[in-house]
């Protein structure tokens, strides 16, 4: 098979560790070369088109042709390619954001910290967290909540705070700090007869139980995605983060948002806390930010925090934190064009218009054999995948997932696979008559995945 693979494969192979990808599996087939991108599609290599329906990695919110962030990075680059914010030195693109995000950001957000990506925001949110409790003098409040399913990143913290198990394993994580707690997802995790909104006051009483069995005055803080992405795309029960809201003010435990996917208007709301109802002191932002057109990520952290932090700088005589490539000239000047365009060409609005279509379109694969739960808000769904409608799992968990996503791939649709679940994530520009576009293979993948599952002897 390896003879069959092109010049720039071999080479790929030769050449590359890829993230996320069995580096064995690939030897025979190859990676997948993308060229180019237009609108809501991209090209591979041999000119075949497909409609990317995760946009990218949940960030391309504008598509992959935007002209005028592309003129936005033009300018910049051409004008200040690099400068940083260390020591006291500035630059105006950096400031122009950082007042974009505060005015747009729920809960009084009073200042902004830059770096590069998803992770390292998670990174800075957890020192920044440590170093407030620290200057409070509560030297003992330092454990971090997290939940079981949510993703926050691959750096050793964020990783930690992570809680998928292909995160941790053989990577010797997570970091014991970091307490990991119930997965809002009622379809799956209810119990018979519980509403929606009883699911959620058993969660908050089963968090209040975490917190006072590891002792609140040793917890910092708790952080969660408003709908959890690279879980599974789980949104949460009615009033899940009121309830939780509730037990972390009681204990004053810091929220953090992480709103790296659901943040500028995945949810149809600027931020996915908006949507949720989730009260956050201090919020993570990337991806859709630049709309994935250049690498930053931004930490908005709110009056009270900002005030301590800075305070205790002058203690200390420096904030002895902070990333060469953050908030980059580039990067900035790509973020201010890009809320400027969710701005003014209405985009939220286009999210909230199609959301409902979304949810209706997802749902009507319901009653497919292979769909265990359709789940979907704003411009963000899944398909969860199981052998009975139950959530019990297929005999041999993750291939009945990728395969459907190969039959769909092959029908021109990139979505992700997540284990056995589904994730589609459009470009926030999408139309309805694309929506049409990306949903109607489905059916078909569906039936092809069910009974290529038959014959593999996965489902009975
Ligand atoms: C919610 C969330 N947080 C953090 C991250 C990590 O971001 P990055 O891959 O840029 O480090 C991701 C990435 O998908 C994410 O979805």
């Known amino acids: 098979m390896i003879n069959m693979l092109t010049n720039y494969q071999t080479r790929d192979l030769q050449s590359l560790i890829h993230p996320y990808t069995n580096a064995m599996a690939i030897k025979t087939t190859g990676a997948h070369f993308v060229e180019k991108g237009d609108g809501i599609y991209v090209y591979d290599n041999e000119n075949k088109r497909y409609l990317e329906g995760m946009s990218g990695l949940w960030c391309c919110g504008l598509g992959f042709s935007d002209p005028e962030l592309i003129e936005a990075a033009k300018l910049q680059i051409e004008k200040l390619p690099y400068y940083h914010l260390f020591s006291g030195r500035s630059h105006e693109p950096a400031v122009e954001l950082a007042e974009k995000i505060k005015e747009l950001a729920p809960g009084h957000m009073s200042r902004v910290f830059y770096q590069s990506s998803g992770s390292e925001a998670n990174e800075s949110q957890i020192k920044l967290a440590w170093y407030y409790n620290n200057a409070k003098g509560r030297r003992n409040k330092k454990k971090i909540i997290s939940r079981k399913k949510g993703y926050h990143g691959v750096s050793i913290v964020s990783a930690s705070l992570t809680g998928l198990p292909y995160n941790h394993k053989d990577f010797d994580l997570p970091l014991d700090f970091v307490k990991h707690t119930e997965t809002p997802h009622f379809w799956r995790e209810k119990i018979e007869g519980e509403t929606e909104k009883d699911f959620a006051l058993r969660l908050a009483k089963s968090l209040e139980e975490l917190l006072l069995n590891e002792d609140p005055d040793t917890v910092a803080a708790f952080i969660a995605e408003p709908v959890m992405g690279a879980g599974g795309v789980i949104v949460p029960p009615e009033s899940y983060f009121e309830e939780i809201g509730k037990v972390l003010k009681k204990y004053d435990i810091i929220a953090i948002s992480d709103e790296v996917i659901c943040g500028f208007g995945r ?9 949720l109802g989730m009260s956050p002191n201090s919020i993570s932002m990337a991806k859709q930010l630049t709309a994935g057109y ?32 953050g ?6 000047a790509v973020g201010i064009k890009a809320l400027e365009i969710y701005q003014e060409r209405n985009i939220l609005q286009n999210v909230r218009n199609l959301s409902s279509s979304f949810k209706s379109k997802l749902n009507s694969f319901s009653d497919h054999d292979i769909v265990g739960e359709a789940r979907s808000l704003g411009l963000m769904g899944a398909l969860e995948l199981t052998p009975n409608k139950t959530p019990a799992p297929f005999k041999e968990p993750g291939k009945v997932g990728a395969k459907m996503a190969s039959e769909l791939l092959n029908k021109g649709i990139m979505i992700r696979a997540i284990g056995d679940s589904v994730a589609f994530c459009p470009p926030m520009i999408i139309t309805e008559q694309q929506l049409d576009e990306l ?5 078909k993948a569906l039936d092809a995945t069910r009974d290529w599952a038959f014959a593999e002897g996965i489902l009975d």
Do not use: R
Not at 267 to 275: I, K, R
Not at 327 to 332: A, D, E, I, K, S
Not at 439 to 443: T, Y
């Open 267 to 275: 949810t149809g709301e600027w931020f996915g806390s908006q949507t």
């Open 294 to 325: 250049a690498p930053l990520s931004a930490v908005a952290i709110d009056n009270e925090m900002a005030n301590v932090i800075e305070e205790h700088t002058g203690t200390l005589g420096t904030f002895g934190h902070g990333f060469t490539y």
């Open 327 to 332: 908030g980059h000239p580039v990067g900035c």
């Open 439 to 443: 949903f109607d293979p489905v059916k």
